[in-house]
């Protein structure tokens, strides 16, 4: 039993019931494409972000991009050589786009963490990697106490690219090239609140040009 004294069963049914909420709203919108729905759920909205907001946020990757950080798992050395930074929650406009996110999946926007800014150069990557938190991790501890299981994952393309910088998942045979201001979201859990494993997807190394993606992960209950 997690400290937060949340069984994991617990948080199974916290997890599925937020994902049965959020399929049957973004099945009902007429803006999203279902683009995979047998193991991995996986949608795609067009033009989400316009192209002057997206020029906006790649000004604010550049101010606070560093080496992007992983979690304390061993994906393998070099598994993730972008840049990255979290937004400033506290800006009107990042605030904007958070609640357009939140009205997509129909959540609070504090269920959600703050939008991440991430920047790939040519040969840069984030290989086949989970979204959701590994239970058995230390991290766990710190993670359920504050919102819990990573339910869902929300990401934006923020330009076309040259060449390469796919979102490849590779157990669903499935890539999804980089568009300006297309979304693409996915479910991390099954329909019993269990980790998908499905999930799985890497960032693709870029080819040519220079890829730019925020990224927002909802949590199964309210963030801290």
């Known amino acids: 039993m997690a400290k937060t004294g949340r069984t994991d069963k617990q948080n199974q049914l916290e997890i599925a ?29 067009p033009e989400f972000f316009s192209p002057e907001e997206c020029q906006r946020l790649m000004e604010r990757i550049d101010s606070v991009a560093r080496p992007s950080p992983t979690f304390d798992v061993d994906y393998g050395k070099g598994a993730r050589t972008s840049y990255s930074g979290d937004l400033d929650a506290a800006d009107p406009f990042v605030r904007m786009l958070h609640r357009r996110m939140d009205d997509l999946i129909g959540v609070e926007e504090n269920w959600g963490e703050t939008m991440q800014g991430q920047r790939y150069a040519v040969g840069q990557q984030f290989k086949a990697h989970h979204d959701w938190f590994d239970t058995s991790q230390k991290y766990w501890t710190g993670e359920v106490a504050m919102g819990g299981q990573r339910a869902w994952t929300l990401m934006v393309y923020l330009n076309d690219v040259e060449a390469g910088g796919a979102t490849e998942f590779p157990k669903a045979q499935i890539a999804v090239p980089p568009q300006q201001g297309t979304l693409i979201a996915w479910s991390n859990a099954n329909a019993d609140g269990k980790v998908n494993m499905d999930t799985l997807h890497a960032g693709t190394p870029v080819v040519a040009g220079t890829k730019y993606v925020v990224t927002r992960w909802y949590r199964a209950r309210p963030w801290y």
């Open 17 to 45: 019931a937020m994902n049965t909420a959020v399929l049957n709203r973004l099945h009902a919108d007429d803006t999203v494409q279902v683009l995979c729905d047998d193991g991995l759920q996986l949608f795609g909205v």
